[in-house]
């Protein structure tokens, strides 16, 4: 009698959880169909893998929940998570799109953390960069650390710019370093530019890192009408025609009832991530000797974009 009363609420407890697993998925899904600063720009992780269950383990989820809670009053924020050895010491951070409200940045950081979590299943360190946001996290020091590796390069059809669109290009390109600030924007025509630094970086390494965005953009892309340069703590877009391409704005509508239901998403998500966190620690516990699962590899096609 008692036995089966408890397996019983097992089950509830299972069904609750995959109901909830499951409103998650519509949830952000829908977020991602109404909101362009959610869609995907790169992916990576590490090689190195760390073990199931270990205190690693635990320590990435606890950062990866911090950076969640985080954005939601802070555009750029950095976590150190001290474990009880040298050896599970983890570093993480988020920078979102300097003209992201609150509301969108934490939006974006949701979506980015619940993408890293399968894409980088178990790897020591992870990276992912959408439209609106950058999150990272690793066991080896970053944090405060400039970095100039050309991550993502990708330029448009050569289609021309004449001599004068060339020289907007570069008078646009040119402002982006002369402006202060993590996030830059500038405009002549119709030409658009936008640069960004990841919040650990001082101002002289901003910089230099947009100096350096911009001079690869000019020798690499040539007279493409639109450019991405994304090197490890910052990138440079420009496009011609409007901007659309290089900040795709959030979608939002002008009434209130809009913002607090974006709000009430939030905190749903907020719930959302920490209730899977707990559901994955449970799962786990349950398929525990079951061998290996062998996921998809599908999440590659992202790395690639
Ligand atoms: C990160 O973790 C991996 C795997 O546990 C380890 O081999 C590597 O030395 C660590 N790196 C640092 C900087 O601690
Ligand atoms: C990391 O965050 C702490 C506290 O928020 C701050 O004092 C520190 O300057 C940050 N470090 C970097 C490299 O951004």
Do not use: W
């Not at 893998?49 to 929940?65: C, G, Q």
């Not at 953390?113 to 946001?133: E, F, N, Y």
Request: a negative charge; one cysteine or more; hydrophobic letters at 35%.
């Amino acid at each position: 009698m008692v036995q089966s009363r408890t397996s019983s609420s097992k089950t509830s407890t299972f069904f609750f959880f995959f109901f909830f697993l499951f409103s998650l998925i519509l949830s952000l899904s829908s977020i991602s169909a109404a909101s362009s600063t959610d869609d995907f720009v790169f992916g990576g992780c590490t090689q190195q893998k760390y073990s199931p269950e270990s205190a690693y383990e635990s320590n990435v989820n606890s950062l990866l929940t911090s950076l969640v809670n985080s954005a939601t009053y802070s555009s750029y924020n950095n976590f150190t998570v001290t474990g009880s050895t040298q050896h599970d010491v983890i570093y993480g951070l988020f920078q979102c799109r300097g003209d992201l409200a609150m509301p969108d940045c934490a939006t974006c950081v949701v979506r980015a953390v619940s993408q890293l979590g399968p894409l980088c299943s178990q790897a020591c360190g992870g990276a992912l960069q959408l439209q609106g946001c950058y999150v990272k996290y690793d066991n080896a020091t970053f944090l405060g650390v400039e970095d100039k590796a050309v991550v993502l390069k990708k330029c448009g059809p050569s289609e021309g710019y004449d001599q004068d669109g060339l020289g907007r290009r570069d008078a646009v390109l040119g402002s982006l370093v002369d402006s202060g600030g993590l996030y830059r924007v500038g405009g002549s025509g119709d030409v658009q530019g936008v640069a960004q630094c990841v919040g650990d970086l001082s101002f002289a390494e901003c910089q230099d890192c947009v100096s350096d965005a911009i001079g690869r953009l000019k020798s690499d892309c040539g007279q493409a009408d639109f450019g991405d340069m994304f090197l490890a703590k910052c990138y440079v877009r420009y496009s011609t025609g409007g901007g659309a391409h290089i900040y795709p704005k959030a979608h939002h509508d002008k009434d209130t009832d809009d913002g607090e239901k974006t709000f009430a998403i939030i905190i749903g998500l907020l719930a959302g991530v920490a209730l899977l966190i707990i559901f994955l620690a449970f799962l786990r516990k349950i398929c525990e000797g079951n061998g290996n699962y062998k996921y998809s590899s599908s999440f590659q096609t992202f790395i690639s974009m």
